[in-house]
């Protein structure tokens, strides 16, 4: 399995590599959650997220 790298933009920047890559093995079933915070106690974010591709050995998943 290749590594994977986790990309991401903050204020319009360009996307760039956050940290080194990594690989997990994972040997059973699993959950995969996505989210963020703001770290300011008094204001609430919000986040759209779109075209997430899970995918493994099997295929793909929307």
């Given at each position: 399995?290749?590594?994977?790298?986790?990309?991401?933009?903050?204020?319009?920047?360009?996307?760039?590599?956050f940290?080194?890559?990594?690989?997990?093995?994972?040997?059973?079933?699993?959950?995969?959650?996505?989210?963020?915070?703001?770290?300011v106690?008094?204001?609430?974010?919000?986040?759209?997220?779109?075209?997430?591709?899970?995918?493994?050995?099997?295929?793909?998943?929307?």
């Open positions: 399995m290749p590594a994977r790298a986790f990309f991401v933009s903050m204020a319009g920047e360009p996307m760039h590599q940290g080194p890559p990594i690989t997990l093995h994972l040997n059973g079933l699993f959950y995969v959650g996505i989210g963020f915070c703001s770290h106690p008094d204001k609430s974010d919000n986040a759209v997220l779109s075209d997430i591709v899970l995918e493994n050995a099997v295929g793909k998943v929307h």
